[in-house]
């Protein structure tokens, strides 16, 4: 089992830029598939992005492609979320996620491990 926490979240102008993390711990962090989900108020949880073990893969939602970059720290067992040029409609719970079970998925079934989720606000 991982137990995953997220940091990072606060309230934003929109423009502007925040940065999540998400720290893991109880399994090794290296050979994790992790990713970033978010769900708004009266939505579905959704993708946001991914990233496999080395850190070389990557994958993001098209509603985010060019303003968000992921990455990893497996010597500190660290995720992160770069986010730039924020607009409201990022306003959500982000949630940081991950699986041993499979090398690479954006499905939000292939993982089975989560964190409890940051607030991201961003205003108009």
Not at 39 to 56: C, H, L, M, N, Y
Not at 85 to 102: F, R
């Amino acid at each position: 089992q991982v137990q995953l926490v997220e940091s990072g979240g606060g309230l934003v102008h929109e423009g502007g830029s925040l940065r999540l993390s998400c720290a893991a711990s109880g399994r090794t962090f290296s050979r994790l598939l992790m990713g970033w989900f978010r769900q708004a108020p009266g939505k579905e949880r959704e993708f946001v992005s991914a990233i496999d073990w080395v850190g070389t893969s990557t994958a993001y939602a098209g509603s985010v492609k060019g303003r968000f970059t992921i990455s990893r720290d497996n010597a500190k067992n660290t995720m992160y979320l770069q986010m730039n040029s924020l607009k409201p409609e990022d306003t959500a719970v982000y949630y940081c996620a991950a699986t041993k079970t499979t090398s690479w998925s954006t499905r939000i079934s292939a993982y089975d491990n989560w964190g409890q989720g940051t607030q991201v606000t961003v205003s108009s």
